[in-house]
């Protein structure tokens, strides 16, 4: 079982930078692939970027490549995700979550959910 926190959303504007994490609980989190995913209001559940246990390997969206880095810390048990370049259409609730395989892209490949960090970027 893991219990996934994320924190850092807020409201930022267009072109600035936010910081999301999520806190995992258990000594597991280093065997699981975690992920990054978005949903905005009346919209499907998108990716936005996943990496590997080791972290050694990362896999985003094209319409975040260039302008979002995730990463985790094994140690700490936490996954990161620096969105730069921001934009209004990245506006979204974002939450992390864990799964089993590498390059995982869709919402039922993964198993165990954060609730979720609002992110508003104005205009």
């Known amino acids: 079982q893991v219990q996934l926190v994320e924190s850092g959303g807020g409201l930022v504007q267009a072109g600035g930078s936010l910081r999301l994490s999520c806190a995992a609980s258990g000594r597991t989190f280093s065997s699981y692939v975690m992920g990054w995913f978005r949903q905005a209001p009346g919209k499907e559940r998108d990716f936005v970027a996943t990496?590997?246990?080791?972290?050694?390997?990362?896999y985003y969206a094209d319409s975040v490549k260039g302008r979002f880095t995730i990463s985790r810390d094994n140690a700490k048990n936490t996954v990161t995700l620096q969105m730069n370049s921001l934009k209004p259409e990245d506006t979204a609730v974002y939450y992390c979550?864990?799964?089993?395989?590498?390059?995982?892209?869709?919402?039922?490949?993964?198993?165990?959910w954060g609730q979720g960090t609002q992110v508003t970027v104005s205009s």
């Open positions: 979550a864990a799964g089993r395989y590498t390059g995982s892209v869709y919402v039922n490949q993964y198993i165990y």
């Open positions: 990496i590997n246990t080791s972290g050694g390997s990362t």
